[in-house]
């Protein structure tokens, strides 16, 4: 069997999690043969995982058993103790068939990627030269996932909580960048970083604007003449994640000049009025059930625009949303 320890040190590292209420047992054939006919599982399987019960159990006697083992207790034991899916396999609540594809590709990517880690590469090669074809097709289906979009976001799209840190971000924002990355001026990640909410992007390119929200990134990209323009007028959206967000890429030189440039800035009665034109912009957008838009999010947006011109009315430069929240409450 593989040295769990080790394997917990390399799943902290590599994921960001490891099992924590999950069981584990290493049955002779025997044992094995027993264990499945009283739950009903297939004797000839090389393994299995209970989430109802959160154990993992493996046939010790088979070739592959230390890759099995990474299969069961890393694989789905992650997977089931923390995903929205695991919780409610853990329930024993009926699931979509394709979420079930979810649960078997996520446990062999990470029990591929643990194999690696761990020296134990060629017996998880060996063990999918011999399992079902389907199964092998279904590997090499979220292995490519994972080689285009990294590890970490086909993790993190089968709702796995987000942990990382600026490096990490960097890379997924560069494998999932929406255009050509050279033209990035600089990027800064921000938010509230929730284990499960959007990893927020915001970029200052001299490509397009655009943006791109694929359940697991939210990449806000703004031409710098479009950014420029918008600095100059303090909106809040753009000074917000310049003043909370991280730096990942680009000239960093520049972003901090911008940032004091901004806070210099002494407020005048446009952008009090920039505000304000804003603020209505949202709100038709929240009244517009045609625009695709979250009317709750665009309502949010407005009423911070308001907030920002209430305060710099009264001669209060504001460029974040904490900084908001904190004078209104004095």
């Known amino acids: 069997?593989?040295?769990?320890?080790?394997a917990s040190r390399a799943s902290t590292e590599l994921f960001g999690v490891v099992p924590e209420r999950s069981s584990f047992s290493a049955l002779s054939f025997d044992a094995w043969r027993s264990f499945a006919t009283t739950r009903g599982l297939n004797t000839k399987a090389a393994g299995a995982y209970l989430p109802?019960?959160?154990?993992?159990?493996?046939?010790?006697?088979?070739?592959?058993?230390?890759?099995?083992?990474?299969?069961?207790?890393?694989?789905?034991?992650?997977?089931?103790?923390?995903?929205?899916?695991?919780?409610?396999?853990?329930?024993?609540?009926?699931?979509?068939?394709?979420?079930?594809?979810?649960?078997?590709?996520?446990?062999?990517l990470i029990e591929g990627t643990l194999a690696e880690h761990l020296l134990l590469g060629a017996e998880f090669a060996q063990k999918m030269a011999n399992v079902p074809h389907e199964s092998r097709m279904l590997y090499e289906q979220y292995a490519g996932i994972a080689e285009r979009k990294t590890l970490h976001w086909?993790?993190?799209?089968?709702?796995?909580?987000?942990?990382?840190?600026?490096?990490?971000?960097?890379?997924?924002?560069?494998?999932?960048?929406?255009?050509?990355?050279?033209?990035?001026?600089?990027?800064?990640?921000?938010?509230?970083?929730?284990?499960?909410?959007?990893?927020?992007?915001?970029?200052?390119?001299?490509g397009p604007t655009t943006q791109v929200v694929d359940g697991v990134l939210?990449?806000?990209?703004?031409?710098?003449?479009?950014?420029?323009?918008?600095?100059?007028?303090?909106?809040?959206?753009?000074?917000?994640?310049?003043?909370?967000?991280?730096?990942?890429?680009?000239?960093?030189?520049?972003?901090?000049?911008?940032?004091?440039?901004?806070?210099?800035?002494?407020?005048?009665?446009?952008?009090?009025?920039?505000?304000?034109?804003?603020a209505r912009d949202q709100e038709e957008k929240a009244r517009d059930s045609t625009n695709g838009l979250n009317p709750k999010t665009a309502t949010g947006y407005a009423q911070t625009y308001r907030a920002s011109a209430f305060l710099r009315e009264r001669g209060v430069n504001v460029v974040t949303r904490r900084e908001i929240d904190e004078y209104l409450i004095r």
């Open 52 to 108: 109802r019960t959160l154990e993992a159990a493996v046939n010790a006697e088979t070739p592959f058993a230390n890759a099995s083992a990474l299969h069961e207790l890393y694989g789905h034991g992650l997977l089931v103790e923390h995903t929205a899916l695991g919780a409610q396999l853990q329930r024993g609540e009926p699931v979509p068939a394709r979420l079930f594809d979810v649960y078997e590709g996520v446990a062999m």
């Open 1 to 6: 069997m593989p040295q769990f320890e080790d």
């Open 218 to 278: 939210d990449i806000g990209v703004m031409n710098t003449m479009e950014f420029e323009w918008r600095l100059a007028n303090l909106d809040i959206a753009v000074t917000d994640p310049l003043f909370t967000g991280e730096f990942l890429i680009g000239d960093e030189a520049r972003l901090e000049e911008l940032k004091r440039r901004c806070k210099n800035t002494k407020v005048r009665p446009k952008h009090v009025a920039y505000a304000l034109e804003q």
């Open 154 to 206: 086909t993790l993190y799209a089968a709702g796995f909580p987000k942990v990382y840190d600026a490096p990490l971000a960097k890379k997924l924002l560069l494998k999932n960048y929406p255009g050509d990355a050279s033209q990035i001026e600089f990027a800064v990640v921000y938010g509230s970083r929730k284990p499960h909410a959007d990893i927020d992007y915001f970029v200052v390119s001299k």
